[in-house]
């Protein structure tokens, strides 16, 4: 059964607080939107009167708006951020898009500033994901302005193309999703997967693909759903991380791999 209006802000809320938990955005940085089926309006995390960042997210940060970030429901102070394009002109134009994560991680940050080429290396260790993302190449948008405008937003999703991850050079990245569970768990395993490849940068080490073999094997994979990369996985993962928030438990994103503190 869809999730209602309601369940819905409550997942995006969920989303905010969970890549704040686990270092991906840091105060009041960084939004999360989800579509509203059927419609041309979205909810997305807002700022308000009581604003107190990501990690202090409540339902009623979330806010119902058009694609342009305008509507009734921004009523008692609340306004949506000033990159709401990457949001509005990314559920206006990709059919598929249901969630949009807009972050500033710190290892996306890195990889991005420091030009470390990402390569397919990682298979079961996290469920394939730079085998998924980086066969046809990585996107990435060369500019490190705000997207405060629609025209803007163009400008990264051409870069991105149909591509569910994009680091913004400079800046941060851009994640989508079929929804907020899949968006938010894409989030983290891209985050990891950076904060990889910059420590094998740091360390001078030669990027070495994984075997042809297992990139076959992949291929397999991700062409006949369900797999390993599916939704359904992601939305497990989720109820990890739901889990995580509610216990206040601290599990490092990535263990064995030194955090990025910034
Ligand atoms: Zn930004």
Not at 78 to 88: D, K, L, R, W
Not at 142 to 155: D, G
């Amino acid at each position: 059964m869809a999730d209602s209006i309601e369940e819905l802000k409550h997942k995006v809320a969920l989303s905010c607080k969970i890549l704040a938990m686990q270092g991906l955005v840091k105060d009041i940085l960084g939004h999360v939107s989800v579509r509203v089926p059927g419609t041309d309006e979205m909810l997305i995390r807002c700022r308000g009167p009581q604003e107190a960042g990501l990690l202090f997210t409540t339902d009623d940060d979330v806010r119902r708006t058009d694609f342009n970030g305008k509507g009734a429901d921004l009523a008692g102070g609340y306004f949506a951020p000033g990159e709401t394009p990457i949001h509005g002109e990314s559920l206006r134009l990709r059919p598929n898009v249901n969630c949009v994560i807009h972050a500033h991680p710190p290892g996306a940050l890195m990889v991005g500033i420091g030009n470390a080429p990402m390569r397919p290396i990682i298979g079961s260790y996290d469920g394939g994901f730079t085998i998924e993302h980086t066969v046809n190449g990585m996107p990435l948008f060369p500019h490190a302005y705000l997207i405060s405008r629609p025209e803007l937003a163009h400008r990264m999703m051409h870069f991105m193309g149909s591509h569910n991850v994009c680091i913004m050079k400079g800046h941060g990245v851009t994640i989508t999703g079929t929804s907020v569970e899949d968006a938010t768990i894409r989030a983290l395993r891209f985050e990891t997967a950076c904060r990889i490849h910059w420590q094998l940068a740091l360390a001078g080490r030669a990027l070495e693909d994984v075997s042809v073999e297992t990139m076959n094997e992949y291929a397999v994979r991700i062409a006949t759903p369900p797999s390993g990369l599916s939704e359904q996985t992601h939305k497990m993962t989720w109820n990890y991380y739901v889990r995580l928030l509610e216990t206040r438990a601290t599990v490092p994103l990535s263990v064995g791999v030194g955090d990025i503190m910034i």
